[in-house]
């Protein structure tokens, strides 16, 4: 597996507190995605990013926020973190070059109480 | 931006017989086309990828096809086994900057 490390693993947190995950990759990727995985929605997109600084929104990018101050870290944030983002939320990075593999992490479950 | 239909969300099939995903997308520009396996608590993992210049690509038991026309692709694999039971994602992009994906199909294979 390629060496992407999300953190933390599990996370149980109140409505209206701000969260953020963590993705870290070791493979000097340049794009890196944050992803949510709920049931009968397979995996949607938040946010991506395709270099350092350089993000863009997803198509349910409402509520979250992402950064990216260093080529190995995608930090995605919750600002007011709702009930509705209670989910499984995975990081993925790609190399350069169209048309390639993406590679997952091991996935974050989020729940918001 | 680009939207992927996949179908059937469950899949049910006996052991020996073979299994077929089908998958559409909207935007004409996409041209890569993976598929993704993901196991009960895992990661989802790549099991086979086309190339918009392809038509059809094969891997041991498992082909994927690419119809640009229609702009429809599809999984077929074949003399199915129990480790094959996951759930399958298909997924299209338009260069790297976006990777838009299917919402899965459970495929269950019956010893």
Same mark, same amino acid.
């Given at each position: 597996?390629?060496?992407?490390?999300?953190?933390?693993?599990?996370?149980?947190?109140?409505?209206?507190t701000?969260?953020?995950?963590?993705c870290?990759?070791? +493979?000097?990727?340049?794009?890196m995605?944050?992803?949510?995985?709920?049931?009968?929605?397979?995996?949607?997109?938040?946010?991506y990013?395709?270099g350092v600084?350089?993000?863009d929104?997803?198509e349910?990018?409402?509520?979250?926020?992402?950064?990216?101050?260093?080529? +190995?870290?995608?930090?995605?944030?919750l +600002?007011?973190?709702?009930?509705?983002?209670t989910?499984v939320?995975?990081?993925?990075t790609?190399?350069?070059?169209?048309?390639? +593999?993406?590679?997952?992490?091991q996935?974050?479950?989020?729940?918001?109480? | 931006?680009?939207?992927v239909? &996949?179908?059937?969300?469950? $899949?049910?099939? &006996?052991?020996?017989?073979?299994?077929?995903?089908?998958?559409?997308?909207?935007?004409?520009?996409?041209?890569?086309?993976?598929w993704?396996?993901?196991e009960?608590?895992?990661?989802?993992?790549?099991i086979?990828?086309?190339?918009?210049?392809v038509?059809?690509?094969?891997? &041991?038991?498992?082909?994927?096809? $690419?119809?640009?026309?229609?702009?429809?692709?599809?999984?077929?694999?074949?003399?199915?086994?129990?480790e094959?039971?996951?759930v399958?994602?298909?997924a299209?992009?338009?260069?790297?900057?976006?990777?838009?994906?299917?919402?899965?199909t459970?495929?269950?294979?019956?010893?």
């Open positions: 597996d390629a060496g992407i490390t999300q953190s933390p693993r599990h996370k149980v947190t109140e409505t209206g701000p969260v953020t995950l963590r870290h990759q070791t +493979e000097n990727h340049r794009y995605y944050w992803y949510r995985q709920d049931p009968g929605h397979g995996l949607r997109l938040i946010h990013s395709y600084k350089d993000t929104k997803g349910v990018s409402d509520g979250y926020s992402v950064s990216r101050s260093k080529t +190995e870290d995608f930090l995605l944030t +600002e007011s973190a709702t009930s509705s983002q989910s939320y995975f990081c993925a790609k190399g350069r070059g169209s048309a390639t +593999e993406a590679f997952f992490g996935g974050t479950r989020l729940t918001v109480v | 931006g680009e939207n239909e &996949q179908h059937p969300s469950t $899949l049910s099939v &006996q052991e020996g017989d073979s299994a077929v995903i089908k998958c559409t997308y909207s935007d004409s520009a996409s041209n890569y086309f993976p993704y396996k993901q009960l608590g895992k990661r989802p993992q790549l086979i990828d086309i190339r918009s210049n038509g059809e690509k094969k891997d &041991q038991r498992i082909a994927v096809t $690419l119809n640009k026309t229609a702009k429809h692709f599809s999984l077929h694999i074949t003399e199915t086994q129990p094959d039971s996951a399958y994602f298909c299209a992009s338009i260069g790297d900057n976006d990777m838009r994906f299917g919402a899965g459970r495929l269950t294979v019956k010893p």
